[in-house]
T-cell receptor, first 114, second 113 residues
Framework: SQQGEEDPQALSIQEGENATMNCSYKTSINNLQWYRQNSGRGLVHLILIRSNEREKHSGRLRVTLDTSKKSSSLLITASRAADTASYFCATDGSRGGGADGLTFGKGTHLIIQP | NAGVTQTPKFQVLKTGQSMTLQCAQDMNHEYMSWYRQDPGMGLRLIHYSVGAGITDQGEVPNGYNVSRSTTEDFPLRLLSAAPSQTSVYFC????????????FGSGTQLSVL
């Protein structure tokens, strides 16, 4: 069963705009991660935020975590065509994390229009 | 630095055939796992291993076997392929059990006719 659920399922914006996608989860977690998947490729880790953190930055990425609402958001600022991809949140609470394993949501498909 | 390597990239099987999907990592990671990705379903864990000689079932293990004889390799076996196993399969590895990012292979696209 899915622990994390991303919203929206699909998002199309103009290049240069900011993109925000959300993730909601059901059970308590130790950490939450975001991954990117380009078409036909494997997932690439973007950022990890621990349950005692509220916000984290990495380049043009900003992730927030609200454990009281069991939700997280990923903001991509100044979007570029190369940001076109699917984005997944993954949580470790249901089984302990790591190899045994992260639980992934269904993803948000982001399209950046030139 | 190769990271996680999966072979083959594409495979077509007939119902009832068997095959092995190969996965190797060169990062000396103890923890490895197999996921399948289906449209609209996200990634689901099939089997995982926390070290050589130790494997366990994930969310959707039926129809698949794994073994872990070395730290580097974690093959996934389909004993008797079924159309329901048509999917994209990803192998992943990580250095720690909790709180560490996964490194993914590039995937194997499998079609079972």
């Amino acid at each position: 069963s899915q622990q994390g659920e991303e919203d929206p399922q699909a998002l199309s914006i103009q290049e240069g705009e900011n993109a925000t996608m959300n993730c909601s989860y059901k059970t308590s977690i130790n950490n939450l991660q975001w991954y990117r998947q380009n078409s036909g490729r494997g997932l690439v880790h973007l950022i990890l935020i621990r349950s005692n953190e509220r916000e984290k930055h990495s380049g043009r990425l900003r992730v927030t975590l609200d454990t009281s609402k069991k939700s997280s958001s990923l903001l991509i600022t100044a979007s570029r065509a190369a940001d076109t991809a699917s984005y997944f949140c993954a949580t470790d609470g249901s089984r302990g994390g790591g190899a045994d394993g992260l639980t992934f949501g269904k993803g948000t498909h982001l399209i950046i229009q030139p | 630095n190769a990271g996680v390597t999966q072979t083959p990239k594409f495979q077509v099987l007939k119902t009832g055939q068997s095959m092995t999907l190969q996965c190797a990592q060169d990062m000396n990671h103890e923890y490895m796992s197999w996921y399948r990705q289906d449209p609209g379903m996200g990634l689901r864990l099939i089997h995982y291993s926390v070290g050589a000689g130790i494997t366990d079932q994930g969310e959707v293990p039926n129809g698949y076997n794994v073994s872990r004889s070395t730290t580097e390799d974690f093959p996934l076996r389909l004993l008797s392929a079924a159309p329901s196993q048509t999917s994209v399969y990803f192998c992943a590895s990580t250095a720690r059990r909790v709180g560490e990012k996964l490194f993914f292979g590039s995937g194997t696209q499998l079609s079972v006719l």
